[in-house]
Nanobody, 124 residues
């Protein structure tokens, strides 16, 4: 059984920074990609950032490029999302996802394992 657990959300003022973490665990689980998605009230879940495990390639949504950085700790099956210069429109529940496949980093359909989400609120 694979578990994905996020941590680190909270309330921050516009222009501030926040780091969220996500750990994937399972007796024989080894991800080939992990990603972050977010869902604001009344909106669909959208891609934020992803990272592949073998080469460490990173991918970002245009809306967060230059403000958000994804990184990983292979030994801990953990990814981090460092968010800087936060805007009120970044307010959402942030979901972490993991998968054994290395392709399809942008799509929710190619991640098998999801966390419960962590709420990020950016006040203006």
């Amino acid at each position: 059984q694979v578990q994905v657990v996020e941590s680190g959300g909270g309330l921050v003022q516009a222009g501030g920074s926040l780091r969220v973490s996500c750990a994937a665990s399972g007796r024989t689980f080894s991800p080939n990609k992990m990603g972050w998605f977010r869902q604001a009230p009344g909106k669909e879940r959208e891609f934020v950032a992803a990272i592949t495990w073998s080469g460490g390639s990173t991918y970002y949504a245009d809306s967060v490029k230059g403000r958000i950085t994804i990184s990983r700790d292979n030994a801990k099956n953990t990814v981090y999302l460092q968010m800087n210069s936060l805007k009120p429109e970044d307010t959402a529940v942030y979901y972490c996802a993991a998968d054994r496949r290395s392709y399809g980093v942008l799509s929710t359909h190619t991640y098998d394992y999801w966390g419960q989400g962590t709420k990020v609120t950016v006040s203006s």
